[in-house]
């Protein structure tokens, strides 16, 4: 069994989320039982695991969409496992962006973007339509893209709007549920450029699940890998390919992981020349 | 969180206003800043950030609004990580469509009628087209080697039917009662109270009975098929089907149609029975004629002809409404609103269709002969 190194993120800081002893069940089907996981503030934690091993049921849970059956959860000091808490006050402070996008069907994709502007804020509508305008040229869609439904996107683009949404609010803390799955490489790439960017200079925290290796390698700062329902090792990518297990061995140093650190290298090598 | 400063003094034209913002700019703040730098006079601005501890993009972008509108301003004292997110939202500062329509409204308005028009009349000739083509993919269904699914047909049958057997059942129970209790108050003023039992027995057999199943059956069915498919049809599985080389209409409309067609009788039975019934315990309790011969009489006058003129109708009744929710289930695009609309019009429709097909009935079988 492997070791979970120790968070490598700034000393000092404090968890924007913790998560103690999870439990999550499904009827018979376990799918976490006792998952421990810290996010730091200001870091990207990529979040890896099979299919089914319990990404988005964690993510579920975070959010307090999804009632644990046991363990301990708390986002910004809020306890989300305790029905009394403040729900309202912490989804300001977060974007949520689906695995599926769940964007609202009956409004256009500015629309949607603007949902939280005016759920929360009171802004002069000329300042809604400026944000929602270039939150949507932000996360890359051309400008047509603002008045469509979104039944009338692609689905690389539907994950787009997702995120001019999620991003909407500037949270203070995101997550993403596979936000490149769908999207051309370049398109991928510009993608993780955003992210880091936000990261860099707003101090965003970003839970991110994905099974891009090249966004991992990219932008996030510590990887958590779920398997066996719970967390098996946090670290960066080049610690936990130092660990001996057969499942994190075959991930990140199967033929795609190696191509994706090839890559990674030659591009270091070609910057450092 | 943020002050400002007249000119430095020398009052002169050309040098830019200085604005110092301090503190944090960010959405929570936007809308006082944006008011704050609006009430700036005309003319470029020199902003000063040093003082600012929080950017977030939307504090970003009224700096950079604030820059475009104004030439000649200018930042001054901006972090790097200030000055990477003033060029980040600099570079999606582009045009973009908000509104999806933006002509004057009664434009828009007589647009709007003019396409009910037209979805109106494309719609009766798709309703006609999507009858023939369940009419025709059933008789080939069946004729075919791998026949109806009776499997789906029977599962189909205990939820629009044997599910529905509860609420029918009171339901007829009650209009037995109503019936027999107006009956009775009215007949009473000629002597005739013994008529009560006529009145129950042919109105339920021959009308009412079939017609309060099928009204029942349609809110039900009628609209849980229209939901079903619609969203089928938005999960792309209606999609999915035809690309494995399955056809929706045989797959998802033929048992549907197949099974509310055989059940209706049945249930129509069952209902004008259990109208009888509701008549009889009020002729019993209230007339004081005992069943026996409540059940003797109403032997007597309901001719055989009414029970089959209802019983004919049924499965008339049972194909409109299954055909008119599974038309509008397929009719869905898009969005999930669409799902709602066409399961209210699936409704409506097929107990408008019901009314007009049992006129057309009463009407018909009067003139062949079955008063
Ligand atoms: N609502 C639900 N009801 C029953 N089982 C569920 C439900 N949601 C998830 N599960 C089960 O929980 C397990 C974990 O699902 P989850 O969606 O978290 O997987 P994942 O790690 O996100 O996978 P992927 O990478 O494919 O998105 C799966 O086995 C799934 O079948
Ligand atoms: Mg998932």
Redesign the interface.
């Known amino acids: 069994m492997a070791e979970a190194p120790s968070p490598a993120a700034t000393p000092g800081a404090a968890p924007v989320i913790s998560v103690r002893g999870l439990v999550n069940r499904f009827g018979s089907q376990l799918v976490h039982d006792g998952l421990d996981l810290d996010v730091m503030e200001g870091e990207i934690l990529g979040v890896v695991g099979g299919s089914g091993s319990g990404k988005s049921v964690l993510m579920r849970s975070i959010i307090g969409l999804q009632t644990p059956v046991a363990g301990h959860i708390t986002v910004f000091g809020e306890e989300m496992t305790d029905p009394s808490r403040d729900l309202l006050a912490v989804s300001r402070r977060w974007g949520v962006l689906f695995q599926a996008g769940a964007l609202f069907?009956?409004l256009?994709v500015?629309e949607n973007v603007q949902v939280p502007l005016r759920e929360h804020?009171?802004?002069?509508e000329t300042?809604m339509?400026?944000?929602?305008?270039?939150?949507?040229?932000?996360v890359g869609l051309p400008?047509?893209?603002?008045?469509?439904?979104?039944?009338?996107l692609s689905g690389g683009m539907r994950k787009r709007a997702a995120l001019a949404r999620a991003?909407a609010?500037?949270p203070a803390l995101l997550f993403l549920d596979e936000p490149t799955a769908g999207l051309d490489p370049p398109g991928a790439a510009a993608f993780d450029e955003l992210i880091a960017?936000?990261r860099?200079?707003?101090r965003l925290t970003i839970f991110l699940i994905t099974h891009d290796l090249d966004t991992l390698m990219r932008i996030c700062d510590r990887v958590a890998v779920i398997a066996e329902k719970r967390v098996l090792a946090t670290g960066t990518v080049a610690e936990l390919t130092r660990l001996d297990h057969p499942w994190i061995r075959d991930y990140f140093l199967g033929p795609r992981g190696r191509a994706a650190a090839g890559a990674r290298l030659a591009h270091a090598g070609a910057r450092g020349s | 969180m943020a002050t400002q400063q007249a000119d430095a003094g020398d009052g002169t034209r050309s040098e830019p206003r200085r604005v110092v913002l301090a503190g944090a700019l960010?959405?929570?703040r936007?809308?006082g800043l944006?008011r704050l730098l609006a009430e700036e006079p005309e003319g470029a601005l020199e902003i000063d950030l040093a003082a600012v501890t929080?950017?977030?993009?939307?504090g970003a972008?009224?700096v950079h609004?604030a820059l475009r509108d104004r030439p000649g301003s200018r930042v001054t004292g901006a972090s790097a990580?200030?000055r990477?997110?003033l060029a980040?939202?600099a570079?999606?500062?582009?045009?973009?469509?908000?509104?999806?329509?933006t002509r004057p409204a009664w434009l828009r308005e007589l647009e709007k009628a003019g396409a009910a028009v037209i979805a109106a009349a494309s719609t009766m000739g798709a309703g006609l087209g999507f009858v023939g083509t369940v009419l025709l993919v059933t008789v080939r269904t069946a004729v075919s080697k791998r026949g109806i699914r009776w499997h789906a047909v029977s599962r189909q049958m205990e939820e629009t039917g044997i599910d529905a057997l509860g609420i029918v059942g009171l339901m007829s129970f009650l209009i037995g009662i109503v019936i027999a209790q107006q009956g009775a108050v009215q007949l009473e003023q000629f002597g005739a109270q013994i008529y009560t039992i006529n009145l129950i027995g042919r109105a339920t057999f021959r009308e009412l009975g079939i017609l309060l199943t099928a009204i029942m059956v349609a809110g039900r069915s009628a609209s849980a098929f229209a939901a079903q498919i619609g969203t089928m049809k938005l999960n792309e599985e209606v999609d999915a089907m035809r690309t494995i080389g399955l056809d929706p209409v045989e797959v998802l409309v033929v048992p549907r149609v197949v099974a509310l067609t055989v059940i209706m009788p049945l249930i129509g039975f069952y209902a004008s029975i259990l109208a009888i019934i509701g008549g009889g315990l009020l002729c019993w309790t209230v007339l004081d004629i005992p069943p026996a011969s409540y059940v003797q009489r109403i032997r007597e006058v309901v001719p055989m002809s009414d029970f089959w003129i209802g019983m004919a109708k049924a499965p008339f009744f049972g194909a409109v409404i299954a055909m008119t929710g599974c038309f509008q289930g397929m009719q869905v695009?898009?969005?999930?609103?669409s799902v709602g609309q066409r399961t209210t019009m699936a409704v409506v429709q097929s107990i408008f269709l019901v009314i007009v097909l049992d006129a057309f009935f009463a009407v018909f079988f009067t003139a062949i002969g079955f008063v």
């Open positions: 069907s009956g256009t500015a804020l009171a802004l002069s300042l339509d400026e944000i929602a305008a270039y939150k949507i040229a932000m400008g047509e893209a603002g008045a469509k439904y979104p039944a009338q991003l609010m500037d960017t936000l860099d200079t707003m | 960010t959405i929570d936007a809308a944006e929080r950017l977030d993009t939307v972008w009224l609004r990580d200030a990477r997110l980040e939202v570079e999606a500062d582009q045009p973009c469509s908000i509104r999806p329509d695009v898009g969005t999930a609103e």
